[in-house]
């Protein structure tokens, strides 16, 4: 079956990085894109970023361009999400999700405070 597992969450100081895994079992990772979303407290879930099968294609919700990554391994059956310059608004539950079908993973933490 589909699995899709998070890690990399934590507690990081406003300005800092951190980099999200999400390690996909259970299917041909290589055949689907993958996205990572995000949900805050009391608010609705956030697409954060897309990256398409290849690696070829990314998109960037506009609250995070120009400051996360997203790339994959397909190699390594694993899709990643550099997150740099963190801002007290980017603390959420982060998710990543294969396109394709309702495929989430169990979510981790990322809390930006001094």
């Known amino acids: 079956q589909v699995q899709l597992v998070e890690s990399g969450g934590g507690l990081v100081q406003p300005g800092g990085s951190l980099r999200l895994s999400c390690a996909a079992s259970?299917?041909?990772?290589?055949?689907?894109?993958m996205n990572w979303y995000r949900q805050a407290p009391g608010k609705e879930r956030e697409l954060v970023a897309f990256?398409?099968?290849?690696?070829?294609?990314?998109t960037y919700g506009n609250s995070v361009k120009g400051r996360f990554s997203i790339s994959r391994d397909n190699a390594k059956n694993t899709v990643y999400l550099q997150m740099n310059n963190l801002k007290p608004e980017d603390t959420a539950v982060y998710y990543c999700?294969?396109?394709?079908?309702?495929?989430w993973g169990q979510g981790t933490q990322v809390t930006v405070s001094s």
């Open positions: 259970g299917f041909t990772f290589s055949g689907y894109a």
């Open positions: 999700k294969r396109s394709g079908g309702s495929y």
């Open positions: 990256i398409s099968n290849t690696g070829g294609t990314t």
